[in-house]
């Protein structure tokens, strides 16, 4: 079965911090990987997208993929308030479908 | 631009009723068009996606149906709504799945 897994945290950073969130997949012909952000009772926005293995960098974002050891992580550096959301994981399997890890709670302490 | 129109934005409805949620995509010529859940506290399951107009694919057996009747629209439907129905409904949309979706404002749908 194919499963996205999320630390559901909440992972407690302070202002100005890294946050490190992390995802695992357990398929390895997996081609495209996002992080989305999801504030409460909103809907989720698309923050990065990372197709081939190393890092990807914009802005305070930086996502990291590794698809020998089938993990996908995203970095956010000089973490703010603004930053406490809700962080999704999804995986492209099937060029028309993702799958979606249950998230990750960030909460940013000023 | 391209803009996600979803409605209605919460909803309350006893078991047994019926449900129609509609979701329409301005800007964009035949997209992908998916129904995802959120349960509270839990992740995005996939419900239904489309790649064109009448064309449905179901990925979990339920009690819900979906139907395209136009390029850009897209119904999320129940017959008879159970208590285990009630979610976050989120509407998605994309040209190149390979970019990422981008969802519409979702509807609060609980079931009483």
């Known amino acids: 079965q194919k499963e996205v897994e999320q630390n559901s945290g909440p992972l407690s950073v302070p202002e100005g911090a890294i946050a490190s969130l992390n995802c695992t997949y357990s398929d390895r012909v997996s081609q495209s990987f996002f992080w989305y952000r999801q504030y409460s009772g909103k809907s989720p926005e698309l923050i990065m997208s990372i197709y081939s293995n190393g890092d990807k960098e914009d802005g305070r974002f930086t996502a990291q993929l590794n698809k020998a050891s089938q993990y996908v992580s995203l970095l956010i550096r000089d973490s703010q308030p603004s930053d406490s959301a809700t962080y999704l994981c999804?995986?492209?399997?099937?060029?028309?479908?993702?799958?979606f890890g249950s998230g990750t709670k960030l909460n940013v302490k000023p | 631009s391209q803009t996600i129109h979803q409605w209605p934005a919460t909803l309350v409805q006893p078991v047994g009723s019926p449900l129609s949620l509609e979701c329409t995509v301005e800007?964009?010529?035949?997209?992908?068009l998916y129904w995802y859940r959120q349960a509270a506290g839990r992740g995005l399951q996939l419900l239904f996606y489309s790649v064109g107009i009448g064309q449905i694919s179901s990925e979990v057996p339920q009690n819900l149906s979906a139907s395209r009747p136009q390029d850009r629209q897209f119904i999320l439907s129940s017959k008879k709504l159970l208590l285990s129905d009630s979610g976050f409904y989120l509407c998605?949309?994309?040209?190149?799945?390979?970019?990422?979706?981008?969802f519409g404002s979702g509807t609060r749908l609980t079931v009483v």
């Open positions: 998605a949309w994309s040209t190149n799945p390979g970019d990422g979706y981008t």
């Open positions: 800007g964009t010529s035949n997209p992908n």
């Open positions: 999804a995986v492209n399997w099937d060029f028309n479908k993702f799958y």
